[in-house]
């Protein structure tokens, strides 16, 4: 399964994405709203994870590359453990490619397909209140504030839109 825009192709994790979503999951600034640094074997476990999600789910989180250079950029896409109250749509862009409006448009392409190939009445995204870079592309998509969760200690603003309220262009 995979997905494209205009710039970017979203497709399942490989093994050959370790070293570069390593070098993310190590740079204490990309990591600051979504669990902290962390080592390779971390970044292993962490896509294991997500593979195991496609096929618990039918669906999970797609590695995001530059189409043109093949670079991975960073990720997005669905995620829903069983202590999640609904399917999350998340992103995180890798620093060096930040500010190139890569989140919102995974992020918009993404919700397309939850909505309209997964079936899905409405969809979340769970962003620490101080994240405010993610909070703008979820509000550039259609979200909106709509209650509080708690994961780990953190609390988090749940932000959600229905199919009848999602921005897609």
């Known amino acids: 399964m995979q997905l494209e825009t205009d710039r970017l192709l979203l497709r399942q994790f490989r093994a050959d994405d370790i070293d570069a979503y390593a070098e993310m999951v190590a740079d204490d600034e990309a990591m600051r709203f979504v669990g902290g640094v962390g080592t390779k074997a971390d970044a292993w476990r962490r896509m294991a994870k997500w593979a195991g999600q ?57 919700a397309r397909w939850m909505f309209e190939d997964l079936g899905m009445p409405r969809i979340i995204s769970m962003i620490d209140p101080q994240n405010a870079a993610s909070i703008r592309v979820a509000e550039k998509l259609g979200e909106r504030v709509d209650g509080k969760f708690v994961s780990k200690g953190s609390g988090l603003l749940i932000y959600a839109m229905s199919r009848d309220e999602f921005v897609s262009t």
């Open 54 to 110: 496609w096929v618990l789910r039918g669906y999970g989180e797609f590695a995001v590359e530059e189409k043109v250079t093949g670079r991975f950029v960073g990720l997005c896409g669905p995620y829903y453990p069983i202590d999640w109250p609904q399917a999350e749509l998340g992103w995180q862009i890798a620093r060096p490619s930040w500010g190139q409006g890569y989140a919102p448009e995974a992020a918009r392409a993404c």
